[in-house]
């Protein structure tokens, strides 16, 4: 089994821009929230769960699978 330096070094400053991301778009829903229709903010809130928690699994798994070189 071969690791990849590439995705190495890209997990590597994901694992570190991903909270500035969190920050940014949750800081973002929330100065726009009050101002869309009640179904843009239940698509926007869940939307971003969902990123939130599949980029928070992909970074988990990268992180054990290829960082780790397991």
Partial sequence: VLSSLPLQVMLYFN????????????IMLHLKYHLLP?????????????????????????YLGNLQEK
């Avoid at 694992?15 to 949750?26: H, I, K, N």
């Avoid at 009640?38 to 939130?52: E, G, P």
């Fill in 38 to 62: 009640w179904h843009y903010q239940f698509l926007l809130v869940t939307a971003f769960l969902i990123l939130s928690l599949a980029e928070g699994f992909r970074l988990y798994l990268g």
């Fill in 15 to 26: 694992v570190y821009y991903f909270p500035v991301w969190c920050l940014a778009e949750g």
